[in-house]
């Protein structure tokens, strides 16, 4: 564009040169004509540049890990006249990256006409991808002058989901539990645990007669069977910023980031495939995660439920510390856990201790989301 502006530029001196050498009429209207094709051009753009619409698509809405989305640039010029091209700017970011990408796109569009542009990412980690419109600049026709379009906020957003693989089998073995719970409030059929005794009702079953306090009683006497509780597991994940001290970090070649970004990674897919695996076996959970916004707790019981779950744990900010049990034993206090799964970042040794305390008397299973 710089190039046309000064090939312009020297033009106009050349010929107002010109004119001021020979002050003939030629020269005069030739450079006259000169600036008037400037001006015109300028009026162009200006009538041209609240006639163009830009939007942006983005397909599919959902991936998983590797694969890619297509960004399409959609320009509609609803003007009779034509500009010489429209750049468009985009702005990519990944959540858990922090880091932001400028693309930019350049399109030519003729009168009342519709162009569109198409720039495809591949995404290699886990998690929400943004793309934003940042800029939209409209080139004049012979390029000497531009203008920028305002346009309302025009985010896409990409959840990129981990691939599942199935270990329903190892959480067959880690889940087995032969000890069975009762619950206290209400009664049940389950005849192997008593839960309450009490005087005989026509229609009771002859069964649960308790012969033996019966004749104490010299009354008959009912047995009330006790409600069996399922087990019941709870995948919590802790996906916090923190960072854990690392020898390798005095290592130039040591990349942080992408330590961090794999790390997270590996927790989305070992929390997706335990909860999957338990899917598979039929065994309803809890999926659980703290967050800057708060905790979130979520039932599963089948897989729409899970991918709610994940899609809530991409779009909210993770905690800059160590996230333990404790909170959603405090605000669930009724609830009682056969196995947890505590999948985590690295942690500290005290912080470590720290999470098989709180899950004591429950059978703990800490999980790192490193490679």
Not at 75 to 93: A, D, F, G, Q, W
Not at 180 to 185: C, G, I, K, T
Not at 221 to 250: D, G, H, I
Request: proline residues 2%.
């Amino acid at each position: 564009m710089w190039n046309k502006r000064i090939s312009f530029l020297l033009m106009v001196i050349a010929t107002g040169s010109l004119a001021v050498m020979y002050r003939a009429n030629s020269t005069l209207t030739l450079f006259i004509v000169v600036l008037a094709g400037g001006v015109i051009d300028l009026v162009v753009l200006l009538l041209c540049k609240n006639k163009i619409e830009v939007s942006a698509s983005i397909s599919p809405s959902t991936i998983y890990m590797g694969e890619s989305v297509k960004l399409k640039v959609l320009i509609n010029n609803k003007s009779i006249l034509m500009p010489e091209h429209v750049r468009v700017k985009v702005l990519y970011t990944h959540k858990y990256e922090g880091k932001k990408y400028k693309y930019l796109l350049n399109t030519r569009v003729n009168a009342l006409s519709e162009a569109f542009n198409e720039v495809e990412f591949k995404v290699s980690h886990i998690g929400l991808c943004e793309y934003n419109l940042e800029g939209i600049i409209v080139y004049s026709f012979l390029g000497l002058f531009k203008k920028k379009i305002r346009v309302k906020n025009q985010k896409t957003e990409v959840f990129v989901f981990p691939i599942t693989s199935d270990i329903s089998g190892s959480i067959r073995e880690k889940t087995t539990n032969d000890n069975v719970r009762y619950r206290s409030d209400i009664p049940g059929y389950d005849r192997t645990e008593v839960f309450d005794v009490r005087d005989y009702r026509d229609g009771d079953d002859v069964k649960s007669i308790h012969w033996k306090l019966s004749s104490k009683k010299d009354s008959l006497m009912v047995k009330v069977f006790s409600e069996p509780v399922e087990n019941k597991e709870l995948v919590y994940v802790n996906y916090s910023n923190k960072r854990k001290e690392n020898a390798e970090a005095k290592d130039n070649s040591f990349n942080f980031e992408e330590e961090r970004l794999n790390s997270v990674d590996e927790i989305f897919i070992k929390a997706n495939n335990i909860s999957m695996g338990l899917l598979k076996l039929k065994r309803a959970h809890v999926f659980a995660f703290d967050s800057k916004e708060g905790q979130r707790r979520y039932n599963i019981e089948k897989e729409a439920d899970l991918r709610h779950a994940i899609k809530d744990m991409m779009s909210l900010t993770p905690c800059d510390e160590t996230c333990f049990i404790n909170t959603l034993k405090r605000n669930h206090y009724e609830e009682n856990y056969d196995n947890i799964f505590y999948i985590t970042m690295p942690l500290l040794n005290k912080d470590e201790d720290r999470v098989r305390e709180q899950g004591k008397g429950n059978k703990v299973e800490i999980i790192y989301g490193s490679k």
